[in-house]
């Protein structure tokens, strides 16, 4: 579809596809809402656009990835692909702030940059849509589930937390707070995945998430309680 106000991105994918496949394309611009219903119908297909190689009709640009051997993710599939790019650009973020602030991206300082920008990151991807998130995390978190509002609380709190770390200030809040929502989120994640063997979406990167509730959301938590262990324990050492 290429209309005035229009222009089909899945369309322009196929075309771009096909190209770097080493096909020559004959690109056939749908330019009206009545010719693009029109092709619809003597094709008896419901979405466009179309893809045909040598007159045999593959289909949209999903099916022109499938037909390639590319890699098709379907709505509602589960992928580790949002977290693992968030927990990346964490540690690169935590890499960067040590450079900067140090000089050096060899310091333990790094590593607590890592986990305190993680948190706010997370936190962030949760506070994009509080109602949906809380929704998702009552499947499982068993505070949530016996004082509802505490689902609305714990994307600030989590959010707070990471920034205070990063600061590097009042951590007298910071600790105990990381400390209560890490510990809470480890057992009920813990009693849902390995004890109750349910298999559940986890809410961590937000109430759209389609990444599996388990190891990466354990260890997640694991990491926020140990860190809210970690920072006091370390100002208590420096200021003596």
């Not at 929704?135 to 509002?149: E, G, I, Q």
């Amino acid at each position: 579809m290429v209309m005035p106000g229009h222009v089909c991105p899945y369309g322009l994918k196929a075309v771009d596809l096909l190209r770097r496949k080493g096909y020559q394309v004959d690109d056939h611009h749908l330019t009206s809402r009545e010719q693009t219903e029109a092709f619809k119908r003597e094709h008896d297909v419901e979405t466009t656009p179309q893809v045909f190689i040598q007159s045999e009709r593959v289909g949209g640009y999903d099916a022109l990835r499938k037909h390639f051997g590319l890699e098709v993710v379907e709505e509602g599939d589960t992928t580790y692909r949002p977290v693992v790019a968030l927990f990346v650009v964490a540690a690169l973020l935590g890499l960067c702030v040590s450079w900067v602030a140090f000089g050096t991206v060899l310091t333990i300082r790094s590593v607590e940059f890592f986990v305190a920008i993680a948190m706010t990151l997370l936190g962030l991807q949760k506070l994009k849509d509080v109602e949906s998130f809380s929704t998702m995390f009552l499947n499982y978190d068993l505070l949530a589930r016996r004082y509802v509002p505490y689902g609305y609380f714990y994307p600030y709190a989590e959010t707070a937390a990471g920034l205070l770390m990063l600061a590097g200030v009042l951590i007298w809040v910071a600790a105990p707070l990381a400390l209560f929502i890490g510990s809470v989120g480890a057992v009920s994640v813990f009693k849902a995945v390995y004890i109750d063997k349910r298999e559940l979406k986890c809410a961590c990167v937000g109430g759209d998430s389609q990444v599996p509730l388990g190891f990466v959301s354990l260890t997640e938590n694991l990491i926020m309680v140990a860190m809210a262990v970690w920072m006091p324990l370390r100002m208590f050492v420096l200021s003596h």
